[in-house]
């Protein structure tokens, strides 16, 4: 067996509507474990304010300015620098965060600034070390991001079985987010199994108003991988958060103890 290492994945954060006691108890789990990377699988920001689902809502296009989300994500990038300075920070781009690049096709005369997201962040998110952080766009659906033996990419799909769904689409064993639901799934082709992983989301419960109490699967969460760095196999821990708290190898992590507000179950 090779040297292990960690990587802690986040899903969907959609700033600044974070679920804070959700990511609080992931603080707790960050500094006790020590990953090798933190990746972010996309929707890192929400940007509804931009979104053609308000093109036509004079409101919410002004309670949602850009810069509240820049300003969020930069104190989350901070914050998981200063919990864990050796880190590497990876920011796969999500369908909300590509809203910057479509919001600048349909208003050309902000290129440079808002598809700048480093400069962004560098000056409205006071973010110093945003240029340590790999950004990656993947081009379409054929591309992915990959760790060990695990391949990621946002996600393409919130159906019923979308876990199934990735699993059976993919040549690898992939992960996503997107779908803000929990689930896994094991397939094999021509006796090579592959698994499909959806990791959940850490979107507040204060911004789902506009399901208007509609139930749905989501669940809020995250997952832990530990992969052999020679080898590139892997253990994927699924891991919800309910009420600000999980559980794992027999230590509880509980965000409401660091006074995290807003939390989702």
């Not at 990656?136 to 991001?145: A, G, I, N, S, T």
Request: glycine share 8%.
């Amino acid at each position: 067996m090779g040297k292990l290492a960690g990587v802690i994945q986040w899903p969907d954060r959609h700033d600044p509507h974070v679920d804070r006691v959700a990511e609080q108890a992931i603080y707790q789990f960050a500094k006790q474990w020590e990953p090798e990377i933190h990746l972010h699988i996309g929707d890192n920001l929400d940007l509804s304010g931009i979104s053609r689902w308000s093109v036509s809502n004079i409101r919410e296009r002004y309670e949602e300015p850009i810069i509240e989300s820049i300003r969020s994500l930069g104190r989350h990038f901070n914050r998981l620098h200063a919990i864990n300075p050796k880190s590497k920070i990876v920011w796969i781009w999500g369908n909300h965060d590509e809203r910057l690049d479509q919001f600048v096709d349909q208003n050309p005369s902000w290129r440079g600034i808002c598809d700048d997201v480093r400069g962004m962040l560098r000056l409205y998110g006071a973010c110093p070390i945003i240029d340590k952080i790999q950004i990656v766009k993947l081009l379409d659906f054929e591309d992915d991001y990959s760790i060990g033996k695990m391949h990621y990419a946002h996600g393409f799909s919130s159906c019923k079985h979308v876990a199934a769904k990735h699993a059976e689409e993919y040549d690898e064993s992939i992960t996503v987010g997107h779908a803000h639901t929990i689930q896994m799934y094991t397939t094999t082709k021509r006796g090579k199994p592959r698994s499909g992983y959806v990791i959940g989301h850490l979107l507040s419960r204060d911004a789902r108003k506009y399901l208007k109490g509609r139930p749905t699967r989501w669940a809020t969460g995250f997952a832990f991988m530990e992969y052999d760095k020679d080898t590139g196999e892997y253990t994927q821990h699924l891991l919800p958060i309910v009420n600000g708290k999980f559980r794992f190898a027999g230590k509880e992590y509980d965000g409401n103890k660091t006074g995290g507000k807003n939390a989702a179950t």
